[in-house]
Structure formats: C-alpha cells, structure tokens
C-alpha cells in the first residue's frame, strides 16, 4: 500500500487554471477508474470534489474537473477563486480492497 | 442534519489501546458502507480500514493490520474503531469517513477525534 504521488504545491492567479496530477501504479490508478479527489481547508474535514476519475458531485463548481490517463490521474480546477486555496489529496481503490491517498498538494491562489 | 461526530480520542501511552466511536444521525446508517482515516499532525491523509454496509467484509492498512479492530452496531447507528498496541506514529486525528454503497469514495466526514501516543 503505497501513497500516490502528488506535488507538494501548486500556484495560480485569480481566474487562472490550475492542474495537480496524482501518479500510482497498474496495481491502483492504472487498474481502476476509482480515483477521488478531496479539498481540505486547515483544520477542516476533507470535501470530495470528484469521484470516479471525472464525476462531479452534487454541488461541487463545475470549474473543477478530473481526468486520467495510464497511472496518471489530474484534478484541473477552472477560474481560480480565492476559496479554492486548500490542500487537494487525490485517493484511489488498489487491489486487495485497500485504498491509497497521494500526498496532498497544497494550492496557492495568489 | 445529516452527520458523522466521532469520540474517544485523548492521550495514551505507548502500547496502550483506546475504543473510538464515530455517531451517525440523519440517514440510513446501514446502507452506507464505512472507512476511518487518519491525519497525523501536520501531514497527509492515511486510509486505515473499511467495513461493508452489513459488516460482513473488513479491510485494513497494513500499517494498522493486527493491532486495529473495525465494528459497526446498525442497530445504533455507531462506526467503532478499536486501536491497540499504539505507537508514537499512530498519533493522528482519525476520521470517520462514509461511502456510498458500492462505491469507493467518502461523500460524508465527521470532524475527527485525536489521538496522542506518548509517555
């Protein structure tokens, strides 16, 4: 059970658009379309932003985005806003019934 | 509301063991299925186990395996995590954590409960 791979920060401007990757392995986000992403704000709980690669839950700003290509999953966040400043965790369902999160990327809106 | 308000948490020493709680209230408990996951201070998100809707199916980290039991009591609406032989790096806020049925993500958090490994 190994941590996914995440930057440990990004940077954009108000308005920009923004993209964190999250690379795994063939035994998880390569072998599965169960990637999630999560936005925590300090001292908070996690919120899922997307769910199964690309899914977008109810709620969630449709400037937020998920795709996957091989062991590579992104998150793009769309018209950065000053809110969207938080750490962003990328999970995904590995074999064995075992999930692994990525690090965590911390996002900057500058 | 629909919520998750975990308890339990607090200072331990080394190789002691505590019983965490997690309450559910505002939805069908038992059609969801249940993870804990941890953050220690300052770091990253760590998942630690999972339990099925109807507690037949369990799995854990392997940092965890052998040392944490996952429970759940539908019947109270209760998630239940017991953690033994703590170390130092077991020191984390763990969260309780709900999954749709049949799918692998976390749609709903509680707020965590610490827990402090130290002499």
């Known amino acids: 059970q190994s941590a996914l791979t995440q930057p440990a920060s990004v940077s954009g401007s108000p308005g920009q658009s923004i993209t964190i990757s999250c690379t795994g392995t063939s035994s998880d986000v390569g072998s599965y379309n169960l990637v999630s992403w999560y936005q925590q704000h300090p001292g908070k709980a996690p919120k899922v932003v997307i769910y199964?690669?690309?899914k977008r839950p109810s709620g969630v700003s449709n400037r937020f985005s998920g795709s996957k290509s091989d062991n590579t999953a992104s998150l793009t966040i769309s018209g950065l806003q000053t809110e969207d400043e938080a750490d962003y965790y990328c999970c995904s369902f590995a074999s064995s019934g075992s999930l692994a999160f990525g690090g965590g990327t911390k996002l900057t809106v500058l | 509301e629909v919520q998750l308000v975990e308890s339990g948490g607090g200072l331990v020493q080394p190789g002691g063991s505590l019983r965490l709680s997690c309450a559910a209230s505002g939805f069908i408990f038992s059609s969801y299925e249940m993870n804990w996951v941890r953050q220690a201070p300052g770091k990253g998100l760590e998942w630690v186990s999972y339990?099925?809707?109807?507690?037949?199916?369990?799995y854990y980290a392997d940092s965890v395996k052998g040392r944490f039991t996952i429970s759940r009591d539908n019947a109270k609406n209760s998630l239940y995590l017991q953690v033994s032989s703590l170390r130092a790096e077991d020191t984390a806020v763990y969260f309780c954590?709900?999954?749709?049925?049949?799918?692998?993500?976390?749609?709903?958090w509680g707020r965590g409960t610490l827990v402090t490994v130290s002499s």
């Open positions: 954590a709900r999954a749709p049925q049949w799918y692998w993500y976390f749609d709903l």
């Open positions: 339990i099925s809707s109807n507690g037949r199916t369990i």
């Open positions: 199964e690669v690309s």
